[in-house]
């Protein structure tokens, strides 16, 4: 089984300033976390870039459309201009067996919109799916961000997607944490 880890805007604008996510800075270290693990385990990394319109904190070509990790070499940079990367790149699934990738880790913000979005497009094309618990975050809206957390890793779940605790994710190898 060939492993890939998909890091959903992981953008400035949500992890740094005014604008950040609550807990952005531990939030910040899981993913940093899994991205090691990811790396020392030689799985395939995809790093998602949403593009917001004009005048929204993610504009591209602002700071806070910048990548909170640098990408390595042989580490894409993807954008998108819809929640489910697959769907603003309809190569990316090509991209990912080409890779050798058949499995992929999902982390990143914001749960109920790009997380979600992104691991449902790749179970609908074929990938088996691994969300990490407590690898996906977001803000408080209209309720406190842990509820709508919640609700959709239970979403994941019916959907089909793994959802282990972090200390239990492997990429092919042992697991971190």
Not at 42 to 62: C, F, L, Q, S, W
Not at 86 to 112: C, H, I, K, W, Y
Request: charged share 25%; net charge negative; proline share 6%.
């Amino acid at each position: 089984m060939g492993y890939g880890l998909i890091l959903v805007d992981v953008q400035r604008n949500m992890l740094e300033g005014e604008s950040a996510v609550e807990g952005a800075a531990e939030f910040r270290g899981v993913l940093a976390d899994l991205l090691d693990a990811a790396r020392d385990a030689d799985a395939a990394i995809v790093h998602v870039k949403n593009d917001g319109r004009r005048g929204d904190p993610d504009e591209p070509g602002t700071p806070g459309w910048e990548l909170v990790f640098a990408p390595l070499p042989g580490e894409p940079v993807i954008r998108k201009d819809a929640a489910n990367a697959f769907e603003s790149n309809p190569a990316l699934a090509d991209v990912l067996r080409a890779m050798g990738v058949d499995t992929l880790v999902v982390a990143g913000l914001q749960s109920e919109y790009c997380v979600q979005a992104t691991a449902i497009g790749a179970l609908e094309r074929g990938f088996d799916v691994i969300v990490p618990a407590g690898a996906h975050w977001t803000y408080d809206h209209g309720e406190p961000a842990a509820d709508i957390v919640e609700r959709v890793t239970l979403d994941l779940i019916a959907a089909g997607v793994e959802v282990p605790e972090l200390d239990e994710v492997t990429f092919g190898q042992s697991a971190f944490g």
